[in-house]
């Protein structure tokens, strides 16, 4: 019975989600050169492949912005309310569109050309819209993907060891309040001025804080803990998802790991996801083998 409402739950959260971004689509400056020069063509630049979507379709959107931002309005909103109702191909069609999102909307979440850090959106809410979705196709027949919160947060922080979160500029960067209205950019201020005087205790804190919260997961009595954190990624480090801009697309990445971090506090296997999670635990040093690379590999797929 749990597990139905959870899953319940977690669908019509994803709908809301999709109406959400539809919503944000209307937005006046959606229909502006504004959107196509500060959200599609970063996107575009940050393409491994980007030469004929600079150089063919980007003029493209940009000469059509209202006829390109009502079809992504039209495809989002049907998207959302056929995933609350319910009809069978909508999950289907939320991966498949997410994943599309994810490649030419976000740039691959850009983690080929910025710091892999949660705290800056990382994978790309786009992505996590995607396993979202596969978790819901594959919930009973495959419970294990529920407990993908505790491994990517696993993951997020041995990423954080990437040397540029250690410098002042980075940590200044992103408690800077750039997507905050004015008049809450002081409500972060504070976190600033310590993130930029001590950024080496700060990103270990990160990393302490993301590792802590990876354990936490499978714990119920964590769960607060987790949300709290993501919370204060949410405000302080991603400004709401830069949603009062006036040019955001969607509420950026941490309200989506709260909701994968549901996925497993919620579920009735838990016996299952813990056996998975230790599995993956053990397998630890082979992760961070791969992560360690990472950065590297960021580099050289451009060269």
């Not at 594959?138 to 979160?165: H, T």
């Not at 607060?224 to 006036?246: A, D, K, P």
């Not at 998975?276 to 060269?303: D, G, M, N, P, Q």
Request: net charge positive; proline share 5%; charged share 10%.
């Amino acid at each position: 019975m749990v597990t139905n409402q959870a899953y319940n739950f977690l669908k019509t959260c994803l709908g809301i989600l999709w109406l959400l971004d539809a919503t944000l689509q209307l937005q006046p400056l959606m229909f502006t050169k504004l959107f196509p020069e500060e959200v599609v063509l970063p996107a575009f630049e940050s393409l491994p492949f980007k030469a004929f979507f600079i150089g063919t379709l980007y003029p493209l959107i940009l000469s059509h912005v209202f006829v390109f931002n009502l079809f992504v309005f039209c495809v989002q909103a049907l998207l959302g309310f056929l995933v609350i109702v319910y009809h069978k191909s909508a999950l289907t069609l939320s991966c498949a569109w997410s994943f599309l999102v994810w490649v030419f909307g976000e740039g691959f979440g850009g983690i080929f050309v910025t710091p892999p850090s949660v705290l800056l959106g990382f994978p790309g809410a786009a992505l996590l819209y995607f396993w979202l979705s596969l978790i819901l196709i594959f919930w009973e027949r495959c419970p294990q993907l529920r407990c993908f919160a505790g491994i990517f947060l696993l993951a997020c922080s041995f990423l954080q060891f990437d040397s540029v979160m250690f410098t002042q500029n980075f940590q200044s960067a992103v408690f800077s309040g750039d997507a905050l209205p004015k008049e809450l950019v002081p409500s972060i201020e504070f976190v600033k001025v310590f993130a930029s005087s001590y950024p080496v205790l700060m990103n270990l804190l990160e990393i302490l804080l993301n590792f802590i919260s990876s354990l936490l997961i499978i714990k119920k009595r964590g769960f607060v803990v987790v949300i709290s954190y993501l919370v204060f990624v949410w405000y302080f480090t991603q400004n709401l998802g830069g949603i009062l801009t006036g040019i955001g697309t969607d509420p950026n990445s941490a309200p989506l790991i709260a909701l994968l971090s549901y996925a497993s506090y919620k579920s009735e296997r838990v016996f299952e996801l813990r056996t998975s999670w230790l599995k993956v635990s053990t397998h630890a040093s082979t992760l961070f083998a791969f992560l360690k690379h990472f950065k590297s590999f960021r580099v050289s797929i451009f060269t």
